[in-house]
């Protein structure tokens, strides 16, 4: 079903934008794009919600500020926006704004998102839900800010590794060319993306990257994050970011995991591979996300999880 979202935000007066759980450079900056392109258009400030705290190298973006973590469980929208939400599940206790809301729209490109939207813009195909955004402010011929262009950048950018996964594609890059002429510093925008580290940060990763396993002859290898870690390091949720990719680097991994525990009986998962579709995987434990990124929760000791994880991986590789 078509989405004009000018229609739709014309009869709107409240407009809620909605950032997945432990937020990462695209769902904030598609968040912060999108609200700076709505205020510019039609003079209305969406509230924007986050549902975890915002990693520090992200507070860079244009407009985070205003981002708020609670919000009145009365309030109705008119319109509720999620953005790069691959499962409605993932924005947690703002999912009751959702549920509430008149209208409401999903824009994504994660191959599993299931549509939950009463409009959904989903590209499996896009290298970001920045990505689908800016292509969708294109062809609906809405005139990009300064501000937004700097959010948009840095979601593509951070959701391909700077331009190095699989996921940079030509429309990807064109895009961000086409950011660059709007106003986006690549070199700016990711020194505060990648080079903001703190040295708590820098150590407790190369840490959990020293106690790796590795498994099936070097192809997989997997490290554990207990919470008595992140207290050691004084490390926040989003400390292990950027860990499965880093053990993927390594020449002989194919699968590479990272597994955290949230408690005695949650065991929070990130999948990396060079080759195999761990969507697939993920898939098992009620997960999902890319072919060779994806994430689940496995109701489990972070043990049980490690138990049940490579046993479908074993599965994967006896096909």
């Known amino acids: 079903m078509e989405c004009?979202?000018?229609?739709?935000?014309?009869s709107s007066k409240k407009i809620l934008l909605l950032s997945?759980?432990?937020?990462?450079?695209?769902?904030?900056?598609s968040m912060c794009a999108l609200y700076s392109m709505i205020y510019k258009r039609f003079k209305i400030k969406p509230d924007m919600s986050i549902v975890s705290n915002v990693p520090f190298n992200y507070k860079f973006?244009?407009?985070?500020?205003?981002?708020?973590?609670y919000f009145d469980s009365s309030l109705v929208y008119d319109l509720v926006i999620t953005l790069d939400v691959a499962a409605i599940d993932r924005v947690r206790e703002s999912k009751i704004f959702f549920d509430k809301a008149k209208v409401t729209v999903n824009f994504d490109h994660h191959k599993t998102n299931p549509l939950y939207g009463d409009y959904n813009i989903v590209e499996s195909?896009?290298?970001?839900?920045?990505?689908?955004l800016f292509y969708?402010?294109?062809?609906?011929?809405?005139?990009i800010t300064n501000d937004a262009a700097i959010c948009l950048y840095a979601a593509i950018m951070t959701d391909t590794g700077n331009f190095r996964f699989e996921n940079t594609t030509s429309a990807a890059l064109k895009a961000a060319s086409q950011l660059v002429e709007y106003g986006a510093k690549p070199s700016v925008i990711y020194k505060n993306c990648y080079e903001t580290k703190s040295k708590n940060l820098v150590m407790f990763q190369n840490y959990c990257v020293n106690k790796a396993e590795f498994l099936y002859d070097n192809k997989v290898v997997y490290t554990t994050v207990y919470k008595k870690d992140l207290?050691?390091?004084?490390?926040?949720?989003?400390?292990?970011?950027?860990?499965?990719?880093?053990?993927?680097a390594i020449d002989t991994t194919e699968i590479s995991f990272v597994v955290k525990e949230v408690d005695s009986k949650t065991t929070k998962v990130s999948m990396r591979s060079k080759n195999v579709d761990v969507a697939k995987i993920c898939e098992m434990f009620d997960g999902g996300g890319h072919t060779y990124a994806a994430g689940c929760t496995i109701k489990s000791s972070v043990k049980d999880a490690i138990d049940k994880l490579l046993r479908e991986i074993n599965f994967e590789y006896k096909k």
């Open 4 to 10: 004009n979202l000018d229609n739709i935000i014309k």
């Open 20 to 29: 997945h759980v432990n937020p990462d450079g695209d769902t904030l900056g």
């Open 61 to 69: 973006l244009p407009n985070i500020n205003l981002a708020q973590r």
């Open 125 to 132: 195909d896009a290298s970001s839900c920045g990505e689908v």
């Open 136 to 143: 969708y402010f294109q062809k609906y011929n809405w005139e």
């Open 231 to 248: 207290e050691k390091f004084s490390a926040g949720d989003d400390a292990t970011d950027g860990i499965a990719e880093t053990l993927r």
